[in-house]
């Protein structure tokens, strides 16, 4: 496995890959990889002949310079887990490699980011579609992975792909959680112990609402229960909670509005913000 730190060096690693007609997959991460990242290094390693696995801690996704400060950075362990896992290419840019000035582009993603986290976190979708699309210059993927915790996310980089006519294929991944049901997260290492033993109350409740109760209860009234769960225990502190269509994300008002439908949520433990997402149909 190669660990390279510029642009100059993973193109000329790249144009050999490429010289020999093999395939190359892309894995963007912001680093203190976990089974979930890895789950996306394998997926990736079953569809292309060389994984290319980026760890950057994108600056300019952040609007919360607590968050991007106390981002976890753990690129030494990172790499052993990703040489265990059969990765091919670490790419491990400093911010200046990535934005020798500072970027002055903005993309924009109409109703796909009119709602939760696209107007919870203003110019974070933008943020975010800077970064991919220069790894995707850099790299030039034929396939990239991305987990679908980030639900949103993912339609916007499927948006991105289209407004840019890239022809790379986006392929999601499922979400991996812990035993106790919590979908992994760099953020969880920075859980308090009394509020990592409460979190997979997120997962449990939404499971509940998408198992039993959508069989008797309205969309709205489902919205409501799951809010008033987090909002009736203080170790939560609810942010929004969508039931939404998959492909359009817009808000559904009853269970036969689509075929298609998830749930996103968006919870604070303390000054931790956890997000998650169940499948209703
Ligand atoms: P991040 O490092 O948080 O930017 O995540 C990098 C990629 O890993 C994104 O595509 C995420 O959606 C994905 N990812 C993060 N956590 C999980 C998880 N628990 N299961 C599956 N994919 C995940």
């Not at 290319?52 to 052993?80: A, G, K, W």
């Not at 499971?207 to 909002?231: G, H, I, P, Q, Y």
Request: charged share 25%.
């Amino acid at each position: 496995m190669k660990v390279l730190y510029t642009i100059k060096d993973i193109k000329e690693e790249l144009a050999k890959v490429r010289s020999e007609n093999k395939t190359v997959g892309l894995v963007p991460t912001m680093g203190a990889l976990h089974k979930g990242h890895i789950s996306l290094v394998a997926k990736a390693k079953t569809q292309c002949d060389v994984v290319v696995v980026s760890v950057f801690v994108n600056p300019i996704q952040f609007n919360n310079q607590h968050d991007l400060e106390t981002y976890p950075r753990t690129l030494d362990e990172d790499v052993e887990k990703l040489r265990n896992a059969d990765c091919d290419i670490v790419f491990a840019p400093t911010v200046e490699e990535m934005y020798p000035t500072q970027p002055t582009e903005k993309y924009s993603f109409g109703i796909l980011e009119a709602v939760m986290e696209g107007i919870r976190r203003p110019g974070h979708f933008s943020g975010v579609a800077v970064v991919v699309r220069r790894l995707f210059d850099i790299v030039e993927p034929n396939k990239a992975f991305f987990g679908e915790k980030d639900f949103q996310q993912l339609a916007i980089i499927k948006n991105l792909v289209q407004q840019l006519n890239y022809g790379i294929e986006i392929v999601p991944c499922p979400i991996i959680r812990a035993d106790d049901g919590l979908a992994l997260s760099s953020r969880n290492t920075r859980l308090s112990s009394e509020n990592r033993a409460k979190a997979p109350k997120i997962h449990a409740t939404l499971a509940r609402a998408a198992e039993e109760l959508m069989r008797t209860m309205s969309v709205a009234d489902v919205k409501k229960w799951v809010m008033d769960v987090f909002a009736e225990d203080p170790a939560f502190e609810p942010e929004y909670f969508e039931i939404v269509e998959d492909l359009t994300l817009q808000p559904v008002a009853d269970w036969n509005a689509a075929n298609g439908i998830v749930g996103c949520i968006a919870v604070w433990m303390d000054d931790v913000r956890l997000i998650d997402i169940i499948r209703f149909k």
